[in-house]
């Protein structure tokens, strides 16, 4: 009855922004498409920024990091640890809601906030809040974008993102090594929370190689971070259930339908259209030639801080990749 509940409050707030943006729009008729951009960047800020501060912990993470994998294994624990439906997907508030044991998690990629803050030069909007930064190798982290882009964004939220045109006849390396392409926009994001991180209250680095080399050992952590420590047969039981093998399973049976688009694919056939894809350490490897991979690498280990521990300077970074900092 209380996940029924839930379930309509969160489709009225879907509702709600849907009807924001429409609202927005008759506002501004006549604009440009560039101002309407803004104006959308600006709202979508002030939306999320009234998450942030309301939120007990933010989880941020640039898109393609591994956070639908990490959002199905805390939804796992949270629902062994206090019986809650398995089809329920951890959001903001939803676990919260149904048992106020579960912290308030702010999922964000932090597309929006600055525009809204004007905060574009440092986290000082995250600087009181707990904050878990999930950080993968931004090499594989752009290549997955590039199939993102490719086969499930949607057409507003290319705009939005200032993403080339669907349908654009442009390659994987092109994506990410054009002039403004998608990997110095990874390093930038990153590089920024690097700098950032010794100013925020509560700061832990959860990489996405650590969690696959050492999946109960990082989650354990992490869980103790979040103060909602959890038993080793509840660690086990949420890393089995989070398998790569039945995480796709479970978008092929769309178990998490009230997750909305999240956790489905875009066209069954097209095994790159689904959210869960590879989940290859390194595998970008895959996808050039070895004059690619040269200049690919080359930007990383020369632009890419190394505080996250990637690329030839992974042991000048090792020590601050080890968890809470």
């Given at each position: ?65 591994g ?15 206090y ?7 951890l ?26 803050s ?11 809040t ?33 993403y ?10 092109d994506?990410?090594?054009r ?16 700098r ?33 420590p ?5 660690i ?7 398998s ?52 690919i690498?080359?930007?990383?280990d ?15 970074g ?8």
């Amino acid at each position: 009855m209380l996940y029924n509940l839930h379930s309509a409050r969160q489709a009225g707030r879907s509702l709600w922004k849907k009807l924001s943006r429409q609202l927005l729009y008759l506002r501004m008729r006549g604009a440009s498409e560039e101002e309407l951009r803004v104006a959308e960047r600006r709202l979508r800020g002030h939306e999320q920024l009234r998450m942030l501060q309301r939120a007990d912990i933010a989880v941020v993470s640039i898109g393609k990091s591994g956070r639908t994998w990490l959002r199905v294994m805390l939804s796992r624990v949270y629902q062994t640890m206090y019986g809650l439906p398995e089809n329920a997907l951890l959001g903001f508030d939803n676990f919260h809601s149904m048992n106020r044991a579960i912290p308030r998690i702010f999922f964000t990629h932090d597309n929006y906030i600055k525009d809204y803050s004007g905060h574009t030069d440092s986290k000082a909007d995250f600087y009181d809040t707990r904050v878990v930064m999930l950080a993968r190798d931004p090499r594989d982290v752009a290549v997955s974008q590039f199939f993102q882009w490719k086969y499930r964004m949607k057409p507003e939220k290319i705009k939005l993102l200032r993403y080339p045109e669907r349908g654009s006849d442009i390659s994987i390396y092109d994506f990410l090594m054009r002039p403004g392409g998608y990997l110095p926009q990874v390093i930038e994001f990153m590089n920024l929370w690097a700098r950032e991180s010794d100013n925020i209250r509560d700061f832990f680095l959860l990489r996405y190689e650590d969690l696959r080399a050492d999946t109960a050992g990082t989650l354990r952590r992490l869980l103790e971070f979040m103060g909602t420590p959890a038993s080793e047969e509840q660690i086990r039981d949420a890393v089995e259930f989070s398998s790569y093998d039945n995480m796709k399973k479970m978008e092929q049976k769309k178990v998490f339908w009230l997750s909305g688009g999240r956790m489905k694919p875009a066209d069954r056939g097209n095994p790159d259209s689904y959210k869960v894809r590879r989940g290859k350490v390194g595998g970008y490897r895959d996808y050039f030639e070895d004059e690619q991979i040269e200049a690919i690498d080359r930007l990383v280990d020369e632009t890419l801080s190394p505080y996250f521990g990637y690329g030839h300077r992974e042991e000048a970074g090792a020590e601050s990749s080890s968890g809470v900092q």
